[in-house]
Each structure stands twice: as structure tokens, then as C-alpha cells.
């Protein structure tokens, strides 16, 4: 005999309290604090199942995914409850920053640029090939606040929700637009109180010689041996 799907009895059962009694509804899965409940009948009893995000996301997954071609500089991305979230690798090199009435072309040291949703985080690094479990130092530059470590202050600037596609973008926003004099402790052994007096030094050297590099030794470090991968995690 041919069953016919009743949707008023159907709509009972969704609206009802859970767990439901189910008999249009083949199952149904319940979001418990940070876990998934999977709840179906089977043999005339009720069966639960916890589920992990993983079995979840390849229970959705029916379509192929392809990432496409990454850029080199994304070392990582993914999502979770919060949002989705990505992180750039910036290898040493010059940068053009603008200080309003002041533009200083100097070299920063390596940077790993975070961000999750809509809030970044901005590291630096001593040694210059990227690995999680390197060493974290405090970004020497102004506008990236000490507490917490990282914490990037956008002022009127508002970046977009990172992604994969827009972390790069996020990326330029921040290091070609105004900096302040804000947040400009804790970045600098030298001049621990104003990051802007060593910058106005590494500036003044990168004129006299093309071959300046960021001193390194300088940096101040995050907590006590802070990582990389450390932070990430305290992020996520």
C-alpha cells in the first residue's frame, strides 16, 4: 500500500518539544552545548548518537571541493562555531608605512597575520622560514595592542569578515593604511615604551644602507616562550 506523507502531522512533530516522537520525521539532530546529538528511531526505539564536526561535515559534504590555487602566503583557514577564519604568512621584507605626515620605507621582520570573523591578530617572528612552534614576539608596530597579544585596532578602518578570499585584502587594508601613535609600548627592547623611536631608527639606517635588516634582537617577546601555534589556539 502506498504511504502518503501527512505535512500537518509532519509539523506537529517539528514544533514539539525535543527529543520528538518520530514518525514522519525519519530523524532529527540536536545541538547540545558544543556537541551533536543524532536522534532516530530504529526496531520502534529511540537511538542517540553523539556526532563529531568531523562525521558531520562529510554527511553534508556531497559536492567536490577544490580550493583552487592558494596563494603561497596562507598557511592555514578553516571555520568553527564563531566563524571562519585564516592566516597569512608575511616573510621579512620592505614596507611603505604611513605615519600621516610621515612615510617610512623599512624592513619588518616575519609576521603572521590572523584573522577569525571579523578581528585580527598581527605576530612577528626572529628566524625566517615559518614553523607553528617558533618562537612569537610582539609585531613592532603601532596600532597592534600588547593585551591581548596581537590585537589589532582598526580605528575608523573596517576590515572584512576573514576568509580565505579576503584575507589578503585584509592584509593590505591594514599594513598601507594610517598608523597612530596608539598601542606603541611593549614592541621594542630599545625603546620599550614608543615602537615609533625604533622605527624612526631602522628608517634612518635603511637610507644609508639598502642591506638593513630589521634588528631581531630587538623584538619583545610574548609571555614566556610563546609560539605560534600557542596563539592560534588561544584564538580558536
Known sequence: ???????????????????????????????????????????GKDIYKYLSPDVLREAFNN???DSGWLPPEVLRHGSNRYG?????????????????????????????????????????????????NNQAFHAPLPNVNA????RICWGQNKPPVATLGTIQKAWELFIHSQFTSHYTNHKSKQFPHNIMKKLKQVHLRTQQSSRCRYPVSDLMPIGTDETIEGLVQSVL
Not at 527529543?19 to 530504529?42: C, M, S, T, W
Not at 593585551?147 to 596581537?150: D, F, K, N, V, Y
Open 1 to 43: 500500500m502506498e504511504q502518503h506523507f501527512d505535512h500537518s502531522q509532519s509539523l506537529t512533530e517539528i514544533t514539539a518539544s525535543p527529543p520528538r516522537n518520530l514518525k514522519q520525521i525519519k530523524g532529527e539532530l540536536l545541538f547540545v552545548d558544543e556537541a551533536y546529538l543524532f536522534h532516530y528511531q530504529e526496531n
Open 84 to 132: 571562519s577564519w585564516a592566516i597569512l604568512f608575511i616573510p621579512a621584507q620592505r614596507h611603505c608605512l604611513n605615519f600621516g605626515e610621515e612615510s617610512f620605507c623599512i624592513p619588518l621582520p616575519p609576521l603572521i597575520f590572523m584573522g577569525h570573523h571579523q578581528f585580527y591578530w598581527l605576530w612577528a617572528m626572529a628566524k625566517t622560514q615559518f614553523h607553528p
Open 147 to 150: 593585551s591581548p597579544a596581537g
Open 63 to 65: 559536492e567536490p571541493f
